[in-house]
């Protein structure tokens, strides 16, 4: 999966930059996110990726002290980013806890959303750029980001980022993109990998509210694609499971 993801993703930025001169992306952390980074890393064709035209955002990450290991943005240095000639202006990591807003998560959920706001096109009135691809792992609960079910944040309707507190998984306290501002994508990418996230694909792909199940409420403007492995993909009912295609 994580290498058939890849596979799409740079064919993907390379339309975009075909078409527009520039791509943006928004990376996810987990074991799914990182595993396409790796497989983009290794994918002779990385070199067909424009690196210094591309801008690089993230869905979430745990608001930790820059460098710690768990932070979404170190896994994902090590992943691709020290590997390609990225452009490090056009990088926009989420804050750390230890960065220029403190330990303040709020303000620090503000300051990037300030990012976001400098970085909209000029035919973009939104909060946020138009993302062409903004991928998101799917949890065993469903959760997305750090949108996690029946969390305060799935209510909010006008921020697009906003501070995570109580987590049901550590650190307790994360940044996020809401579901409007994920939304606002040209296309969303859903990973999922394994038979722990079996019963999350099948739960999500059945129609349920976004309240409950995270992942139901992550769709793109113009696309929005599951990406299974068999295992993840072994309890959805017949007519969600479409035979594979080029």
């Known amino acids: ?21 520039t791509a943006s992306v928004v990376l996810t952390g987990g074991r799914n996110g990182n595993g396409l980074l790796a497989a983009l890393a290794a994918s002779p064709a990385r070199d067909a990726v424009d690196w210094g035209r591309l801008d690089l955002w993230w869905g979430d990450e745990r608001f930790l002290p820059a460098g710690d290991p768990d932070r979404n943005e170190v896994q994902a240095r090590e992943a691709l980013l020290e590997r390609v000639p990225v ?20 303000a620090a959920a503000e300051g990037y959303a ?3 706001a400098t970085a909209r096109d000029v035919l973009n009135h939104g909060a946020v750029p138009r ?9 065993p609960d469903t959760h997305v980001a750090s949108l996690f079910p029946e969390h305060p944040a799935l209510h909010e309707r006008e921020r697009p980022v906003v501070a995570v507190h109580g987590a049901p998984k550590p650190p307790p306290t994360r940044i996020t993109l809401t579901l409007p501002a994920i939304r606002t994508a040209r ?33 793109g403007e113009s696309r929005t694609l599951w990406l299974l492995d068999r295992a993840a993909a072994s309890a959805l009912p017949p007519q969600l499971y479409p035979p594979a295609t080029a």
Not at 1 to 21: E, F, P, S
Not at 131 to 138: A, I, K, R
Not at 204 to 210: R, V
């Open 187 to 219: 296309e969303v990418w859903l990973l999922a990998a394994g038979e722990d996230k079996a019963d999350a694909a099948r739960i999500a792909l059945s129609g349920p509210g976004e309240l409950q199940v995270p992942a139901a409420g992550a769709y």
């Open 1 to 21: 999966m994580a290498q058939a993801a890849a596979a799409r993703l740079i064919t993907k930025i390379v339309d975009a930059q075909a078409a527009r001169g």
């Open 87 to 106: 452009d490090p202006s056009r990088v926009h990591p989420m804050p750390a806890c230890d960065g220029p807003w403190g330990n303040d998560a709020e």
């Open 114 to 116: 300030a990012e976001l």
């Open 131 to 139: 993302f062409d691809v903004l991928l998101l792992g799917v949890g």
